[in-house]
């Protein structure tokens, strides 16, 4: 047995044992209903949250945006929001999170100081999340 045979022969394991697991793993149901739940979870997307939402410029303390959120369904919403901040301190954090609000059925919820291209992310149960950039 020469030196090229004895590195050959374990390729040729290797590679038939690869078309072996193919071929094994190919037709397997539990693969195709893996991918049936997938498609399945695709089209179970969750509603969309019912706000309107206005951007108003602002002065003081409360600038330089304030972000406008009204509640448009006939039910209280439980909303949470996280500002991502477009200019941050490296000390300090990326995000600010905003407390958890409800905003009863045609009420109107404020966020203020939001500077410009701050994405806002809010989020409630039941709801897919909104994100919002300040203009």
């Not at 990326?94 to 806002?120: F, M, S, Y």
Request: one cysteine or more; aromatic letters at 6%.
């Amino acid at each position: 047995m020469t030196h090229s045979d004895r590195v050959f022969r374990p390729a040729i394991a290797l590679a038939a044992l690869s078309c072996a697991l193919a071929c094994a793993t190919a037709g397997s149901p539990t693969l195709h209903a893996r991918d049936a739940g997938t498609l399945a979870a695709l089209d179970d997307k969750a509603p969309s949250l019912p706000l309107t939402s206005s951007f108003d410029k602002s002065s003081g303390d409360d600038g330089p945006y304030i972000l406008s959120l009204k509640n448009t369904s006939d039910s209280s919403l439980k909303v949470s929001a996280k500002v991502l901040l477009s200019v941050y301190f490296h000390a300090d954090s990326k995000a600010r999170n905003v407390p958890e609000h409800v905003i009863d059925p045609g009420q109107v919820w404020t966020i203020p100081g939001l500077a410009a291209n701050d994405k806002v992310v809010l989020t409630a149960p039941g709801f897919a999340p909104l994100e919002l950039t300040v203009p």
